[in-house]
């Protein structure tokens, strides 16, 4: 799924009140990782992920996760990445993101 800059700019907005749900450490992106956060976006389309190591890399780390969870990165601002999943039960769908 490929994002406009108006809808990454209206998830960043959703996002702000977020707290990182997923971090990345000393280990960085172990499989234990990836399957944390495929669970929460499972149950939650937008999630946070906090970087405490690994700065330096996290545009490649933010991308392999979002790949390996077949997510959507929509931005990374500061030590802090946003992904996005739109749920596959639209029962559970919480968010509409605008279509232009």
Sequence with gaps: MNLTQKQRQYLRKLAHDLKPVV????????????????????????IKVKFHDFQDQKQEISEQLATRTKA????????????????????????????L
């Design 23 to 46: 971090q990345i450490g000393k280990n960085g992106l172990s499989e234990q990782t990836v399957v944390s956060a495929d669970q929460v976006l499972h149950t939650q389309e937008l």
């Design 72 to 99: 959507v990165l929509v931005s990374i601002i500061g030590n802090t990445a946003i992904l996005y999943r739109q749920s596959s039960d639209s029962e559970r769908r919480t968010i509409e993101v605008p279509r």
